[in-house]
């Protein structure tokens, strides 16, 4: 009815707010392509759930599609079994924390990085206590490299690379 212009397959970048009271907001496609600025006197932000989840780098059998989540609709729905979370910032640390407290659950979080990079506080300070009481597997330096039935192939690098088959129901 008002004839929006609407973009669709983009993805915004940056927003700041002008001198005028304006915002310069850039976009860029989300398939590749030159960045566009758009000016505008309001904002709104409708990202959806979690907005876009980084999909795992990996193809991935039919068998094993079913039990590969990109959200955390019930943490609940995961008591009692073995879920590795890949990722490391607030929405993978916040996915770790709701299923570590179910009944009977397992976590693995695994971590490209070295370290904490992001994430706020609370957050990081809550994984590394679940860490010490051992509810929360940490890994650093982890890349999962393939995923079977029952296990997934995880490459650890750093001073002593190796390669672990970690189970997982999730």
Do not use: C, W
């Amino acid at each position: 009815k008002e004839q929006l212009a609407i973009t669709p397959g983009a993805r915004m970048t940056a927003v700041n707010k002008l001198e005028d009271g304006t915002f310069s907001v850039v976009t860029e496609p989300r398939e590749g392509g030159p960045a566009e600025e758009r000016r505008a006197r309001y904002v709104l932000l409708a990202i959806g759930q979690r907005g876009s989840p980084r999909r795992l780098p990996i193809e991935l059998d039919p068998e094993v599609e079913g039990r590969v989540h990109y959200h955390l609709a019930d943490a609940r729905s995961f008591a009692g079994k073995h879920v590795l979370v890949v990722g490391l910032g607030d929405v993978a640390m916040e996915t770790a924390i709701a299923i570590s407290r179910q009944p009977g659950s397992e976590v693995s979080l695994l971590h490209r990085g070295e370290d904490f990079s992001r994430g706020q506080g609370r957050n990081i300070q809550s994984v590394k206590r679940l860490v010490t009481e051992g509810k929360i597997a940490l890994y650093f330096r982890a890349e999962i490299t393939s995923v079977a039935p029952r296990h997934a192939v995880v490459h650890v690098s750093g001073p002593s690379p190796r390669t672990e088959h970690l189970p997982y129901d999730a």
